[in-house]
């Protein structure tokens, strides 16, 4: 419930960031007001893929058998850990020239008057977030234990776009307790966390079908000191893939993807050398 809103509210506060900048740039554009039907239009079309997508994993889904659907929820959980970790790297990377580089696409598909230009960049911005969320959401139910209630986490969704919507609104007034800067820093490392735990979720569906060892099953238990399905435990569980009685390969797996992530973050955040100056000639 509580990863669901969290993914849902983060994912949909950068998609209406993404077309924020745009509507901003095209309401204060000369031209720009022609292109805001194929700015919404190209929302619709990016939402109607991720809703595509959704389908398509929850088809996948109902035509496996039981050990099927274990190893296709495995390997989603998987990969929705990588993909938060290259997201969270790529606006690492990109995030200062984000806006720069949304409204060049823009003032490019208007000094061309190519508007279905304006309306693949939305489509494929919005696209983009939704599919990120869409896999999130499917690796995050599988990596838990069943699929949980449907109209709890449908209402955890809806929540979370509300609190996006409030989220943006607060964001946009420019102040300074919140800024975007705090924002994308302090969600950064949530997301950080939820990888690690969609790791760890993914990674206990591989041992259970004997595909990855365990090498020492279990390596300890703190059960008794704080269990992984009540409480504190269970929030550390979710957000960070605790657990009490945990295999040594995924303690190892673990711990490998922290440093993994520590050096794409040094990578990611590491600014370009400067050229190097001419050499001066001798006198």
Same mark, same amino acid.
């Given at each position: ?37 194929? *700015? ?19 088809? &996948? =889904?109902? +035509? *496996? ?5 274990? $190893? ?5 959980? !998987? ?20 806006? =720069? ?13 190519? $508007? +279905?230009?304006?309306? !693949?960049?939305?489509?494929? #911005? ?16 599988? #990596? ?7 109209? %709890?986490?449908? /209402? ?23 800024? +975007? ?7 950064? &490392?949530?997301? !950080?966390?939820? #990888? ?11 041992? =259970? ?9 279990? &390596?300890?238990?703190? =059960?008794?000191? !704080? ?7 269970? &929030? ?17 797996? +673990?711990?490998?993807?922290?440093? /993994? ?9 590491? %600014?370009?050398?400067? #050229? ?8």
């Amino acid at each position: 419930m509580e990863q669901v809103l969290f993914i849902v509210w983060r994912e949909s506060v950068e998609a209406l960031l993404v077309v924020g900048i745009l509507y901003t740039w095209l309401r204060a554009a000369p031209q720009g007001k022609r292109g805001l039907a194929y *700015l919404w239009g190209g929302v619709a079309a990016g939402a109607a893929l991720a809703v595509a997508l959704a389908l398509v994993l929850l088809g &996948i =889904s109902s +035509w *496996l058998s039981d050990e099927g659907q274990e $190893w296709f929820q495995g390997i989603m959980s !998987l990969a929705a850990c990588a993909l938060v970790v290259q997201m969270v790297i790529w606006m690492k990377k990109h995030g200062r020239t984000l806006k =720069s580089e949304l409204e060049g696409g823009a003032r490019t598909s208007v000094a061309n008057d190519n $508007w +279905w230009g304006l309306f !693949l960049l939305v489509a494929i #911005a919005v696209a983009r977030e939704g599919s990120e969320t869409v896999v999130f959401l499917y690796g995050t139910v599988s #990596a838990g234990e069943g699929g949980g209630d449907m109209f %709890k986490l449908a /209402l955890a969704g809806v929540g979370g776009f509300i609190a996006a919507l409030l989220t943006f609104w607060l964001l946009q007034l420019g102040g300074k307790l919140i800024t +975007w800067r705090r924002f994308f820093r302090v969600t950064e &490392i949530l997301l !950080l966390l939820l #990888a690690g735990a969609l790791l760890v979720g993914g990674l206990d569906r591989l041992i =259970s079908l004997d595909v990855v060892p365990a090498i020492v099953d279990p &390596i300890w238990d703190t =059960s008794a000191l !704080l269990s992984d399905s009540t409480g504190l435990g269970k &929030i550390l569980a979710d957000f960070a893939g605790y657990r009490a009685m945990p295999a040594l390969i995924s303690v190892l797996v +673990w711990v490998a993807y922290w440093i /993994l992530v520590w050096a794409l973050l040094r990578w990611a955040g590491a %600014k370009p050398a400067p #050229a190097p100056s001419a050499a001066r000639s001798a006198p």
